[in-house]
């Protein structure tokens, strides 16, 4: 046998492991299939983030100062709900801080409540994000902040 002629068979010889070893591989895989593997990924709507919130947010665009220890911060409310609304600022505060807040409504009417952060967008890279901001939750609301929601939740645009 000529050096041409070993080098062939040691590379048929090769090709031929590979695909032996692939088969078992893949018959292993086959064998040893979790519930996990048997069913189609599961893809969420749009709207899943919704459907977890207990009040529906409406759209806004409402000036608002946060008061913190620091002094005070101006911001803009861009969606409100009963619940919590989410507030565009170029400096998130941290999760779990508690502040207050006081909200200009059409007509310059001052709203006020105490608000936590419950999330923020702080470490999202500037090009993934199209409002920087956070998520907060209402733990302290007026009559007329509770009066003033129901309002544009019902269409009639406070």
């Given amino acids: 046998m000529g050096m041409n002629a070993i080098l062939a068979f040691g590379g048929i010889i090769c090709f031929l492991g590979f695909v032996v070893i692939f088969l078992v591989y893949y018959f292993w895989k086959i064998h040893n ?33 946060m008061e913190i220890p620091d002094g005070t911060i101006d911001a803009e409310v ?22 207050h807040l ?3 409504a059409p ?3 001052p709203v006020k409540a105490t608000a936590q952060v419950v999330w923020s967008n702080v470490n999202v890279p500037e090009d993934k994000v ?8 209402f733990i302290k609301m007026s009559d007329r902040h509770i009066q003033l929601v129901k309002q544009i939740s019902q269409g009639s645009g406070a």
């Fill in 102 to 104: 006081t909200m200009m």
């Fill in 78 to 99: 861009k969606n409100i709900s009963l619940g919590g609304a989410f507030i565009c600022c170029k400096r998130p505060l941290p999760i779990g801080e508690v502040f």
């Fill in 130 to 137: 199209v409002n920087r901001g956070m998520g907060v939750r």
């Fill in 107 to 109: 007509g310059d009417e």
């Fill in 33 to 65: 299939r979790t519930d996990l593997d048997l069913h189609a990924p599961v893809k969420l709507s749009p709207e899943a983030g919704e459907q977890r919130r207990q009040h529906p947010r409406m759209d806004i665009n409402w000036p608002v100062s």
